[in-house]
């Protein structure tokens, strides 16, 4: 199958740095997003998100014509749908998948569809939406032939093939991951396979769509579960006085266990979010994935809880001192070691809740970012490691960056400490 014209839906973290790695091998590509400000920055040859090297290589796609952005879907050979799979806003705690974007893009390239075209479906996505995509499609195209009622002689090959890469890392991982193909046919899983050895040299493995869409789900998941084994853990060494990071090491010399380390918390948008859509499907039967969920979830409060009892250790021993004259530094917000990306963040959370309830002073160290984000920590400083370790009180430590393994344990005598990540405690 030849692939001239490749259309990418969704232009965010994970579609645009695929349209400009396709373009890269000089196909032509045409992204399309609803966002007017992305479409018009990425025609400057501009990028709107944060990812190294990207810039260049949309700057250079761009200039060079194989990359064009629009807002409306135009005819191609081949359509990789890359938009959000959030939950849905109504129904509060329930973590229901929101399918709504998916739909929306299925419909918008419904009308420039032709027989021969591929569509592969990158969003993560519960089981069954791959199925969705087909069953929208054929909605609105019934002069087309769909893989779910005509097999391997449909006029269109749909397919599913999640997307694994690690942000930061994206331009490499692109190309280099391994990728899981799941086509609704075999014919659409080997036309697939034909579009991503375009650009990838990783090995591309196929499957059914529905294995490929719980294959994102269960990678995930695996890692979330556990992550709460090793939070839980944390959780009842606190409580039987044990040292958690001693515990876990000794553990660690048995030959066929690896506990991973705990921390304050699941953040970032995959591990924290995958496992529900498992969760909503079959909630009967995924009682350990969400008991998982519910652990990490909860690792932050945990941590606040802890602050305030050290804070209540302090007065105790400083009888003379008011709650107003505690100062409290949290070293860390961003959601993993070494990089500045805030969102989904729990350190972010556990320091906006401490920061919130504490009447004394609140100092956050953050090496990786040169100012607070406007409107979340109103009334908290941002200071350097030295600055903050001479004032505080309570030190919390929220996030393993690498500066902090360096301070001097002679810093740090004298505070209430709380390592939630164990590079002081272990
Ligand atoms: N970011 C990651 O690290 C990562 C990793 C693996 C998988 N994923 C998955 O990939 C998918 C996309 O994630 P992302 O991080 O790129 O999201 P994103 O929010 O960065 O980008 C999505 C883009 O889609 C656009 N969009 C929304 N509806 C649209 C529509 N109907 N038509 C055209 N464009 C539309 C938005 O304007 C946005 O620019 C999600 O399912 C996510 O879970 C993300």
């Known amino acids: 199958m030849e692939f001239n014209t490749i259309s990418v839906i969704g232009l965010g973290y994970i579609g645009l740095p695929t349209a400009a790695v396709i373009a890269s091998r000089r196909k032509k590509v045409v992204g399309v997003?609803?966002?007017?400000?992305?479409?018009?920055?990425?025609?400057?040859?501009?990028?709107?998100?944060?990812?190294?090297?990207?810039?260049?290589?949309?700057?250079?796609?761009?200039?060079?014509?194989?990359?064009?952005?629009?807002?409306?879907?135009?005819?191609?050979?081949?359509?990789?749908i890359a938009v959000p799979t959030p939950f849905k806003a109504e129904g509060g705690n329930d973590h229901v998948p929101d399918l709504s974007y998916?739909?929306?893009?299925?419909?918008?390239?419904?009308p420039v569809l032709n027989k021969g075209n591929l569509v592969i479906l990158e969003s993560t996505?519960?089981?069954?939406?791959?199925?969705?995509?087909?069953?929208?499609?054929?909605?609105?195209r019934p002069d087309l032939t769909f893989p779910q009622s005509h097999g391997e002689d449909s006029d269109i090959r749909i397919a599913h093939c999640p997307e694994r890469v690690l942000p930061g890392h994206v331009i490499r991982e692109l190309v280099e991951n391994d990728r899981v193909i799941g086509g609704m046919t075999e014919r659409c899983s080997k036309a697939a396979t034909a579009l991503y050895k375009i650009f990838v040299e990783g090995e591309c493995i196929t499957t059914t769509a529905r294995t490929a869409e719980m294959a994102k789900l269960t990678e995930n998941s695996f890692r979330d579960v556990n992550i709460a084994f090793?939070?839980?853990?944390?959780?009842?060494?606190?409580?039987?006085?044990?040292?958690?990071?001693?515990?876990?090491?000794?553990?660690?010399?048995?030959?066929?266990?690896?506990?991973?380390?705990?921390?304050?918390?699941?953040?970032?948008?995959?591990?924290?979010?995958?496992?529900?859509?498992?969760?909503?499907?079959?909630?009967?039967?995924?009682?350990l994935i969400r008991a998982a969920r519910e652990v990490n979830d909860g690792k932050p409060q945990w941590v606040i809880d802890k602050v305030n009892e050290a804070?209540?250790?302090?007065?105790?021993?400083?009888?003379?001192?008011?709650?107003?004259?505690?100062?409290?530094?949290?070293f860390g917000l961003a959601f993993k070691p070494d990089i500045d990306d805030l969102r989904e963040s729990p350190a972010l959370a556990i320091t906006q809740k401490i920061a919130a309830s504490n009447p004394g002073q609140t100092l956050i160290v953050e090496p990786n970012i040169e100012a607070l984000p406007a409107g979340k920590l109103e009334g908290c400083t941002l200071v350097t490691a030295d600055d903050?370790?001479?004032?505080?009180?309570?030190?919390?430590?929220?996030?393993?960056?690498?500066?902090?393994?360096?301070?001097?344990?002679?810093?740090?005598?004298?505070?209430?400490?709380?390592?939630s990540r164990g590079i002081w405690a272990a």
């Open 125 to 140: 996505s519960p089981v069954g939406a791959t199925e969705r995509v087909a069953e929208v499609l054929a909605e609105a």
């Open 388 to 419: 903050a370790l001479e004032s505080a009180d309570v030190v919390v430590l929220l996030v393993d960056h690498k500066p902090f393994k360096s301070i001097d344990p002679q810093q740090l005598e004298g505070c209430y400490l709380i390592d």
């Open 230 to 287: 090793a939070n839980e853990l944390s959780i009842i060494c606190d409580k039987l006085d044990i040292n958690v990071w001693e515990l876990i090491r000794l553990s660690n010399r048995h030959p066929r266990v690896n506990i991973l380390q705990p921390g304050p918390g699941v953040g970032g948008h995959c591990i924290a979010v995958d496992p529900w859509f498992i969760v909503s499907e079959t909630p009967d039967e995924a009682r």
């Open 102 to 110: 998916i739909e929306a893009a299925s419909k918008a390239i419904a």
């Open 311 to 330: 804070v209540g250790k302090f007065l105790s021993a400083n009888p003379e001192k008011t709650a107003k004259e505690v100062s409290i530094a949290c």
């Open 33 to 80: 997003d609803v966002n007017q400000h992305a479409v018009d920055t990425i025609n400057k040859g501009e990028i709107h998100i944060v990812e190294p090297e990207l810039d260049m290589i949309v700057h250079a796609a761009v200039k060079e014509g194989h990359l064009r952005a629009t807002t409306s879907p135009e005819p191609a050979d081949a359509f990789l």
